[in-house]
């Protein structure tokens, strides 16, 4: 295979050449043999399973759900105009962002799915390892070369964790799913201690950089924080490290039980210093030489990205501050939805994908294609699915935030309410999903109405509300600062409430404060909840802090109040 | 059933021995119980262990020069152990005799055996080796190094899978 000249390169991806292009389309090949070997029946559904599952094809309650991969959440217009095209030709007009930065689309035919996938594969994407018992897509900082607060991009590692980890010959048969996040930042925005792996990396000696990893933490049924495996893990030994860890939970890990099968329950069983000792062990025996990341791969992978040329745009600090004065509306939304940047006169900003009563992390083709438009326009092609399910654009200039929200305002993309109550993580629920217990959407959706009030949000300020429909724990309820769980109660939907949740550098598991409600009855008791805070606050004291010095009983008071 | 290697079916000369049964001549495979048994088998035959997935490769360690074959087992082809097995034979203690796989595993499975060091598969009676042959050849580039030592692509870790 010849190199092809190198390919103009996307701001803030990793740029395909020929030989990733040809890989991607030999996937989707083998994908349709493996579909026609399905079909001819010389492949049982036990046996498709997991293939199908590593091409990101789920078998829900009433359709296929293929879930593209988003490598640490980036994407550029051309792609995202690509997956408006997939949600309008093979879906319902829609798509769903994910808390892995991936999209999910939900209404998929099995037989279409080789010709998605090539079509995705056209636009250098793909679904591989968006789920089976595999490395899953790495997830990243949604404001990754762009932060102010920013010691280093990630999104280099990223891409190269995701080309070694893509088809790995030995961990594509795990005991259970690994996820790793990435972050280069003071501020740990991946939640990377609820991650099998989280790496958060520094500079070190030479610029290069060296990385503190983090092990065995996980929601799902069995919340863990995880803990710190090594302090000082230097870039040349990144992937070495990573295959002695993974090594030693392919061996060890349990097999029996698949909701005793993730890392975390392995580093439990083991204990810290022990996990610590195999994989230490396994370090020191391996051929290192062999997995060495050089310099000059780094540089290599590095060069493939494409970083903004950014303007002179420092009169607009001074530009925005007049035109906030003058909206009280912008200003909120400016408030919420923006992010310090590296740059002077420039910002990133969030765009809210939870508009009041809507279903978080849904957006149209139309919404899609106009997310493209406004890339192309604002912030050099490119975008960024946050875990939080929502969109950012990562470079913007500040004297072009006034035009921009008013076109997202006009498109219902214009939601002042990141950080918020409203900006609700939910999971697909019981509307899509075959395992949950509950509906998620329809009490997201109420509480969203419920506290749409701007003002009142504000007043309330930074809140986090996350909402699982089953104890699989995909909308994160344990890291949310007010959780819901649904819950199966005599046959009837119903939701616990936890609090106290939380997952940057002070992580902490929600605990559940009593029995089910039905869904209005927990709408109310959460209205409650937030009434209880706002009487009891200190000055300037957020939900989460007032929630940790009163402890539960004050909440759960309120909460079982009846009127 | 037949034994694949090297994309042919060859013909597989060893005996499998069970607990109990007494020691034949010729080249036999023995569970990891009765390595010591059969490596006091002196000039009768080369010698095989069989490794449960739950065994450690490292009990192998001292023995290993002594023997011509290591089986590994998929009891079902989602458990991957056998992969890290395999590759720590070759890379940890750099066997270079035949690593077998008997079991459930999948031909889409077979270019990571391969990758891992896997040098023989005991696969199903009336297996389409067109089949094999097609997932052996299917993928022609990978993004990480093995134990085979593939030629590098020239761009970081990318490695020829040319057959």
């Not at chain 1, 090949?29 to 399973?49: N, P, T, Y």
């Given at each position: 295979?010849?190199?092809?000249?190198?390919?103009?390169?996307?701001?803030?991806?990793?740029?395909?050449?020929?030989?990733?292009?040809?890989?991607?389309?030999?996937?989707?090949?083998?994908?349709?043999?493996?579909?026609?070997?399905?079909?001819?029946?010389?492949?049982?559904?036990?046996?498709?399973?997991?293939?199908?599952?590593?091409?990101?094809?789920?078998?829900?309650?009433?359709?296929?759900?293929?879930?593209?991969?988003?490598?640490?959440?980036?994407?550029?217009?051309?792609?995202?105009?690509?997956?408006?095209?997939?949600?309008?030709?093979?879906?319902?007009?829609?798509?769903?962002?994910?808390?892995?930065?991936?999209?999910?689309?939900?209404?998929?035919?099995?037989?279409?799915?080789?010709?998605?996938?090539?079509?995705?594969?056209?636009?250098?994407?793909?679904?591989?390892?968006?789920?089976?018992?595999?490395?899953?897509?790495?997830?990243?900082?949604?404001?990754?070369?762009?932060?102010?607060?920013?010691?280093?991009?990630?999104?280099?590692?990223?891409?190269?964790?995701?080309?070694?980890?893509?088809?790995?010959?030995?961990?594509?048969?795990?005991?259970?799913?690994?996820?790793?996040?990435?972050?280069?930042?003071?501020?740990?925005?991946?939640?990377?201690?609820?991650?099998?792996?989280?790496?958060?990396?520094?500079?070190?000696?030479?610029?290069?950089?060296?990385?503190?990893?983090?092990?065995?933490g996980g929601l799902g049924r069995t919340p863990v924080i995880g803990v710190k495996l090594r302090d000082d893990l230097p870039e040349e030994d990144l992937i070495a490290y990573l295959e002695a860890v993974l090594r030693v939970y392919n061996a060890y890990g349990r097999r029996d039980n698949i909701y005793k099968a993730r890392i975390k329950i392995l580093v439990q069983a083991l204990g810290l210093g022990a996990f610590r000792d195999e994989v230490n062990?396994?370090?020191?025996?391996?051929?290192?030489s062999r997995y060495r990341l050089q310099p000059e791969v780094v540089a290599a992978i590095r060069a493939r990205f494409a970083t903004p040329v950014f303007e002179d745009a420092s009169a607009g600090t001074a530009q925005l501050a007049a035109q906030t004065k003058v909206d009280p509306a912008f200003a909120a939304w400016v408030g919420t939805n923006t992010h310090p940047h590296q740059q002077d006169g420039y910002c990133s900003v969030t765009i809210s994908c939870k508009p009041a009563g809507g279903i978080p992390g849904d957006v149209t083709s139309a919404q899609m294609d106009l997310l493209a438009d406004l890339a192309d326009q604002y912030s050099f092609g490119e975008l960024r699915i946050t875990h939080l399910q929502n969109v950012v654009l990562g470079h913007v200039r500040k004297d072009s935030l006034f035009a921009l929200w008013q076109v997202l305002s006009a498109?219902?993309?214009?939601?002042?309410?990141?950080?918020?109550?409203?900006?609700?993580?939910?999971?697909?629920?019981?509307?899509?999903?075959?395992?949950?217990?509950?509906?998620?959407?329809?009490?997201?959706?109420?509480?969203?109405?419920?506290?749409?009030?701007?003002?009142?949000?504000?007043?309330?300020?930074?809140?986090?509300?996350?909402?699982?429909?089953?104890?699989?724990?995909?909308?994160?309820?344990?890291?949310?600062?007010?959780?819901?769980?649904?819950?199966?109660?005599?046959?009837?939907?119903?939701?616990?409430?936890?609090?106290?949740?939380?997952?940057?550098?002070?992580?902490?598991?929600?605990?559940?404060?009593?029995?089910?409600?039905?869904?209005?009855?927990?709408?109310?008791?959460?209205?409650?909840?937030?009434?209880?805070?706002?009487?009891?606050?200190?000055?300037?004291?957020?939900?989460?802090?007032?929630?940790?010095?009163?402890?539960?009983?004050?909440?759960?008071?309120?909460?079982?109040?009846?009127? | 059933?037949?034994?694949?290697?090297?994309?042919?079916?060859?013909?597989?000369?060893?005996?499998?021995?069970?607990?109990?049964?007494?020691?034949?001549?010729?080249?036999?495979?023995?569970?990891?119980?009765?390595?010591?048994?059969?490596?006091?088998?002196?000039?009768?035959?080369?010698?095989?262990?069989?490794?449960?997935?739950?065994?450690?490769?490292?009990?192998?360690?001292?023995?290993?020069?002594?023997?011509?074959?290591?089986?590994?087992?998929?009891?079902?082809?989602?458990?991957?152990?056998?992969?890290?097995?395999?590759?720590?034979?070759?890379?940890?203690?750099?066997?270079?005799?035949?690593?077998?796989?008997?079991?459930?595993?999948?031909?889409?499975?077979?270019?990571?055996?391969?990758?891992?060091?896997?040098?023989?598969?005991?696969?199903?009676?009336?297996?389409?080796?067109?089949?094999?042959?097609?997932?052996?050849?299917?993928?022609?580039?990978?993004?990480?190094?093995?134990?085979?030592?593939?030629?590098?692509?020239?761009?970081?870790?990318?490695?020829?899978?040319?057959?």
């Open positions: 295979m010849p190199h092809s000249p190198q390919p103009p390169a996307d701001v803030g991806r990793y740029a395909y050449d020929a030989v990733d292009r040809t890989f991607l389309k030999q996937r989707v090949e083998q994908f349709r043999d493996q579909v026609q070997r399905r079909i001819s029946g010389a492949l049982s559904e036990d046996e498709f399973k997991p293939l199908r599952l590593m091409n990101g094809l789920y078998l829900q309650l009433h359709a296929y759900m293929l879930r593209v991969a988003i490598p640490y959440g980036i994407v550029s217009a051309n792609q995202m105009r690509t997956l408006a095209h997939i949600a309008r030709r093979y879906d319902r007009d829609y798509g769903h962002f994910t808390t892995r930065q991936n999209i999910q689309f939900n209404w998929i035919r099995l037989e279409d799915t080789p010709d998605i996938l090539n079509i995705l594969a056209d636009a250098e994407m793909h679904a591989i390892q968006t789920s089976g018992n595999c490395i899953r897509n790495v997830t990243s900082d949604q404001f990754a070369g762009a932060a102010r607060d920013e010691v280093l991009d990630p999104r280099v590692h990223a891409e190269i964790l995701r080309q070694w980890s893509t088809l790995h010959p030995e961990f594509t048969f795990l005991p259970r799913k690994f996820k790793i996040a990435i972050s280069g930042s003071a501020q740990d925005r991946v939640a990377a201690r609820f991650h099998d792996i989280g790496l958060l990396a520094r500079k070190g000696e030479n610029g290069r950089a060296v990385f503190e990893v983090y092990v065995g062990a396994e370090f020191m025996a391996m051929d290192r498109n219902g993309l214009g939601t002042a309410n990141i950080g918020m109550i409203t900006d609700i993580i939910a999971c697909p629920g019981l509307d899509y999903c075959a395992l949950a217990n509950a509906r998620s959407i329809p009490i997201a959706q109420k509480l969203s109405q419920r506290f749409s009030n701007a003002a009142l949000q504000q007043e309330i300020g930074a809140l986090r509300l996350n909402i699982s429909g089953c104890i699989n724990a995909c909308g994160h309820h344990h890291a949310g600062h007010i959780g819901i769980l649904g819950v199966d109660k005599r046959g009837e939907e119903a939701f616990q409430i936890t609090l106290g949740g939380n997952s940057g550098e002070d992580a902490s598991i929600g605990q559940i404060i009593g029995s089910a409600m039905s869904e209005d009855e927990t709408v109310d008791a959460i209205a409650r909840i937030v009434d209880t805070y706002l009487v009891q606050r200190k000055p300037g004291e957020r939900f989460i802090e007032t929630c940790r010095r009163l402890g539960a009983a004050p909440f759960k008071d309120a909460a079982y109040a009846t009127a | 059933m037949p034994l694949l290697e090297n994309g042919q079916i060859v013909q597989d000369g060893w005996t499998l021995v069970e607990d109990g049964q007494p020691l034949p001549d010729g080249d036999i495979l023995l569970p990891l119980s009765r390595l010591s048994e059969g490596l006091g088998r002196n000039g009768k035959g080369r010698l095989g262990i069989v490794l449960k997935p739950d065994e450690r490769v490292s009990d192998l360690k001292e023995a290993l020069p002594r023997l011509d074959l290591v089986s590994l087992n998929f009891p079902i082809f989602r458990d991957g152990r056998a992969f890290t097995q395999a590759r720590s034979l070759r890379e940890h203690l750099h066997f270079a005799g035949a690593v077998r796989v008997t079991g459930h595993f999948l031909p889409d499975q077979y270019e990571f055996l391969l990758r891992c060091g896997v040098s023989q598969l005991v696969i199903p009676e009336q297996s389409d080796l067109a089949v094999w042959q097609q997932a052996h050849e299917r993928i022609t580039v990978a993004y990480q190094p093995s134990v085979l030592n593939e030629r590098p692509e020239g761009f970081a870790f990318r490695r020829f899978l040319t057959p």
